[in-house]
T-cell receptor, first 115, second 113 residues
Framework: DAGITQSPRHKVTETGTPVTLRCHQT?????MYWYRQDPGHGLRLIHY???????DKGEVSDGYSVSRSKTEDFLLTLESATSSQTSVYFC??????????????FGDGTRLSIL | GENVEQHPSTLSVQEGDSAVIKCTYS??????FPWYKQELGKRPQLIID?????GEKKDQRIAVTLNKTAKHFSLHITETQPEDSAVYFC????????????FGKGTHLIIQP
């Protein structure tokens, strides 16, 4: 298994509260990604990072922010959680570089419920 | 942006038969096409991938074909076994780079004993 740890694995919180999810890797890969998975939608890209302090938006970035202060950690923050953000969140890493794509490997996911 | 369509949404086959899942993509810049298998409650796991410079790739009972002209790619599983039951996702890379994947909505493969 790729060295990816997501925390927490499960979280229940209330609408309007801030939430931060953490993805930690031990592979020293440059690229890290956050996806959400919802029934009927598959996986959708929220944000990604191509290096320390280098991040960009994905398909469904509204309501989310990210930070990457160290190669090994990629944080996803919901500033004010809404019920529509109830989902399973997956982090992925890749050793891709500017020369081309390498496979993405996923963490075990965080199940987030917003009541 | 990239759009990936996947069919069928559910596929039921007899054990030992073959299964085929098809995907189409819209962005001609896409050049990397992975397939993931996801069991209930688990993370997606990469099972095979193909790059646009080849038309076919095989790994034991699993093969993937790519038609760049028609913008479609397919997953073929032969001699299906009960442990092949899962949800399968196809994907294509956004803009031909490493800026994330666009996924199909998944195919629930059911292997009937």
């Amino acid at each position: 298994d790729a060295g990816i740890t997501q925390s927490p694995r499960h979280k229940v919180t209330e609408t309007g509260t801030p939430v931060t999810l953490r993805c930690h890797q031990t592979e020293n890969h440059r690229y890290m990604y956050w996806y959400r998975q919802d029934p009927g939608h598959g996986l959708r890209l929220i944000h990604y990072s191509y290096g320390v302090k280098d991040t960009d938006k994905g398909e469904v970035s509204d309501g989310y922010s990210v930070s990457r202060s160290k190669t090994e950690d990629f944080l996803l923050t919901l500033e004010s959680a809404t019920s529509s953000q109830t989902s399973v969140y997956f982090c992925a890493i890749s050793e891709s570089n500017a020369a081309g794509n390498q496979p993405q490997h996923f963490g075990d996911g965080t199940r987030l419920s917003i009541l | 942006g990239e759009n990936v369509e996947q069919h069928p949404s559910t596929l039921s086959v007899q054990e030992g038969d073959s299964a085929v899942i098809k995907c189409t993509y819209s962005d001609s810049a896409s050049n990397y096409f992975p397939w993931y298998k996801q069991e209930l409650g688990k993370r997606p796991q990469l099972i095979i991938d193909i790059r646009s410079n080849v038309g076919e790739k095989k790994d034991q009972r699993i093969a993937v074909t790519l038609n760049k002209t028609a913008k479609h790619f397919s997953l073929h599983i032969t001699e299906t076994q009960p442990e092949d039951s899962a949800v399968y996702f196809c994907a294509a890379n956004v803009g031909g780079g490493a800026d994330g994947l666009t996924f199909g909505k998944g195919t629930h493969l059911i292997i009937q004993p």
